[in-house]
């Protein structure tokens, strides 16, 4: 069993529709990132949080530590959210903060 | 753009031989790390340098070594490179090490032939 799971794997939805991708974790955290993975391959850092909730425009991500439940929504979905999204686990301290360890991704595909 | 500019952005080589790739962090940050892609594992932590020393180690296999130098600028050495080695390497960098964003750079598409 991966230590970060992400579901679901694959996702298509209608432009406008509200997206949720959720990602679990067994690993006791120190923070938790969402990374965004554009087709190109770059990587862009979407969000870090510890606890409670973060808002960016139309993105919203969660975290839960109880739980060891994290969710990215994307309100009002645009084909240019098209890409994929990949939580990571900041299971560090200290000094090794930092060292991620990756879901394998959700792939995004928002149509017209 | 994140500031972090990696080089070469492709590079094709043969199985055995050796190959440096080079990174170059935000202005300002302190600390870089290593990332390898590939289409079977998926993104994996390698290693992470702050300010010219190591900090953690992550996947690394033996065959591969990095270094960061006094201008921070970091380079991965990778040798004796076997077929599954075909990989996209990203460098990212963060300010001081700890729980901060990461600003990825665009990475080194690795091919091994």
């Known amino acids: 069993k991966n230590e970060v799971e992400q579901s679901p794997q694959n996702l298509t939805a209608q432009e406008g529709e509200f997206i949720t991708i959720n990602c679990s974790y067994s690993?006791?955290?120190?923070?938790l990132h969402w990374l965004q993975q554009h087709p190109g391959g770059g990587i862009v850092s979407l969000f870090m949080?510890?606890?409670g909730k973060k808002k960016h425009g139309r993105l919203i991500a969660t975290i839960n530590i109880q739980e060891k439940h994290s969710s990215l929504h994307i309100t009002a979905s645009h084909p240019r959210d098209s890409a994929v999204y990949i939580c990571?686990?900041?299971?560090?301290?200290?000094?090794?903060?930092?060292?991620?360890?990756f879901g394998k991704g959700t792939k995004l595909s928002v149509k017209p | 753009d994140s500031g972090v500019t990696q080089t070469p952005k492709h590079l094709i080589t043969a199985t055995g031989q050796r190959v440096t790739l080079r990174c170059s962090p935000r202005s300002g940050d302190l600390s870089v790390y290593w990332y390898q892609q590939s289409l079977d594992q998926g993104l994996q932590f390698l290693i992470q340098y702050y300010n010219g020393e190591e900090r953690a180690k992550g996947n690394i296999l033996e065959r591969f070594s990095a270094q960061q130098f006094p201008d921070l600028h970091s380079e991965l050495n990778l040798s004796s490179l076997e077929l599954g080695d075909s990989a996209l390497y990203f460098c990212a960098s963060s300010l001081i090490g700890g729980l901060e964003t990461q600003y990825f750079g665009p990475g080194t598409r690795l091919l091994v032939l």
């Open positions: 690993v006791g955290i120190s923070a």
């Open positions: 949080l510890s606890s």
């Open positions: 990571a686990a900041d299971g560090g301290y200290g000094g090794s903060q930092g060292n991620l360890i």
